[in-house]
């Protein structure tokens, strides 16, 4: 689905998409009124929630998809592996598979727990 979103209010949807990315990724969000002070007080509470309800029901509230580095974590968590040199060694394969476009047809739970397998 797509939507046209005129100039006056493209600040808006940058500081709410912002606002929806950090919700999900940061430990410490900026609240909202740290948001309305980044656009000089342009736009007021009720604008921003109005936007951020929007912007996920264009989305379908689709925001992202799993991928090796989630699968890692959960298979890490569910073997109760605290080892850090394992993590990381783990996590650095990941990143290594980047590289190679032929593994990109293996699903994200498989290249997770096939790092994890050389590593362990």
């Not at 379908?60 to 699968?71: D, G, R």
């Not at 569910?78 to 080892?83: E, K, L, S, Y």
Request: proline share 6%; with cysteine.
């Amino acid at each position: 689905m797509r939507m046209l979103v005129f100039r006056p209010r493209l600040q808006l949807l940058g500081v709410t998409a912002m606002h929806i990315a950090c919700k999900y990724q940061e430990i410490y969000a900026p609240n909202v009124h740290d948001l309305i002070f980044w656009t000089d007080d342009a736009y007021e509470i009720n604008d921003v929630s109005q936007m951020e309800t929007l912007v996920l029901q264009v989305l379908e509230f689709s925001v992202t998809f799993p991928t090796p580095l989630s699968f890692v974590e959960t298979y890490m968590q569910a073997m109760q592996i605290t080892d850090l040199p394992t993590e990381l060694f783990t996590k650095f394969l990941l990143e290594m598979s980047l590289l190679d476009f032929r593994l990109l047809r293996f699903p994200p739970s498989t290249q997770a727990l096939a790092a994890l397998v050389l590593t362990v």
